[in-house]
């Protein structure tokens, strides 16, 4: 409430600025001494008593630029991001044509993943000055928020002036290689090799788009090279054993696989692709079945995850009071795990509000003969029903 006030009457003082032709405070020692001070305690973080501090000088009378900038970086420090944007805001509105207030909103804007209000920004910011940690920064936006063109857009005009800085080109292969643009990323990684040959990222961008191609020799001769260089990472085995697989090697592909499961034992592909290795090497469905064992409990969840999966959804829209695909879902969930038989008085619920009587009371009835006499699930229902009986009554007449 103390920070919404403060921004409240520092507004005011945009909006209906007073003249001071009384003491001024924020131009006397005092405030020199009060801003020095809560320099002092926001060094130590003793942020809070900062933003006390300073909240001293924000008056409706007076507009101190120095004041609100010291309560943003307060605020920023405190993780309080929707204070700190809004002193920014109010910053810029009085001085629009400063950058930093415009590239501190943008960074803030990213971290609280506003990724339109920061694309908005970012154009407002180039359009004064270019800073290419913002050109990077809007094309980040624009990929989070799926809007492919855009982001590779900035990351075009970005490398335009860094042309060799590894993670926008890594960003912008990534989006080719989605795309299936593979030759698109293989030019991006090979203009930079020709630069550095070492570069252990983008040999490895290289040698993906080689396999995504199906060129799984070339592709091969790629993480082999890696391998032999050093590089002990899961991409270079994963990606080794899957193109010696495809070259007709299994003997090779199941070493290095299974150097890539050591390193990283969650890849439903690559236990697939070992129990495909496996039999291809000549061994019989028993030395393979582990491995598909394992995929298959990746891919497939308990039953009793996946009914806690559906009653997530079923809460989200009942929630939304879209309550048809809520029955739908709570009853696959009560189909998955009987013991939660809340689910029962949920899917009465849902009806009830759709007023479709009958199945509200078949479905409370129904949880009723499962529910703790005295519990509040239990009253809600037999409230619930005598309201439902009640309609059902009104309706026969």
Excluded at 26 to 52: C, F, G, P, V
Excluded at 240 to 256: C, D, M, S, V
Excluded at 352 to 364: P, Q, V
Aim: overall charge negative; hydrophobic content about 40%.
């Amino acid at each position: 409430m103390k920070r919404f006030y403060i921004l409240l009457v520092l507004t005011m003082s945009i909006l209906c600025p007073v003249n001071a032709s009384g003491q001024d405070l924020n131009s006397s020692d005092e405030r020199l001494a009060i801003l020095a001070e809560a320099r002092q305690l926001k060094s130590i973080y003793k942020t809070e008593a900062a933003i006390d501090l300073l909240s001293t000088l924000a008056g409706a009378d007076s507009f101190d630029a120095d004041v609100l900038n010291e309560l943003a970086d307060c605020h920023m420090q405190a993780g309080d991001l929707e204070a700190a944007a809004s002193t920014y805001n109010l910053l810029s509105l009085k001085d629009p044509g400063n950058v930093l207030y415009k590239v501190k909103m943008m960074n803030i804007a990213y971290r609280l993943k506003s990724f339109t209000a920061c694309t908005d920004l970012g154009r407002a910011i180039l359009q004064l000055d270019t800073i290419p940690a913002m050109i990077s920064l809007t094309g980040d936006a624009f990929n989070q928020m799926e809007a492919k063109d855009s982001a590779l857009a900035y990351y075009n005009l970005y490398l335009e002036l860094n042309p060799y800085s590894i993670p926008v080109l890594s960003k912008a292969a990534k989006i080719h290689l989605d795309r299936k643009e593979y030759d698109a990323a293989h030019n991006l990684a090979d203009s930079y090799l020709q630069a550095d040959s070492t570069n252990m990222d983008m040999r490895s961008i290289k040698g993906v788009a080689y396999y995504l191609k199906g060129d799984y020799k070339k592709s091969e001769e790629v993480f082999q090279k890696m391998e032999d260089d050093g590089n002990d990472s899961y991409n270079v085995h994963f990606y080794l054993g899957q193109n010696q697989w495809h070259n007709g090697k299994p003997f090779y592909a199941r070493k290095e696989l299974l150097k890539a499961w050591q390193i990283d034992s969650s890849d439903v592909n690559l236990a697939y692709t070992m129990a495909s290795v496996i039999m291809e090497g000549g061994q019989a469905i028993d030395a393979a079945k582990p491995w598909l064992d394992k995929a298959v409990d990746m891919i497939s969840p308990n039953p009793s995850t996946l009914a806690r999966i559906f009653r997530e959804y079923a809460l989200g829209y009942m929630r939304s009071e879209d309550f048809k695909p809520a029955i739908d879902y709570y009853s696959k969930s009560y189909e998955l795990d009987k013991e939660s038989f809340s689910a029962l008085s949920s899917i009465g619920y849902c009806y009830e509000r759709l007023k479709d009587w009958k199945h509200a009371r078949d479905y409370y009835e129904l949880y009723l003969t499962r529910a703790r006499k005295g519990s509040s699930g239990y009253n809600f229902a037999v409230e619930s029903l005598d309201y439902v009986k009640q309609q059902l009554f009104m309706e026969e007449k």
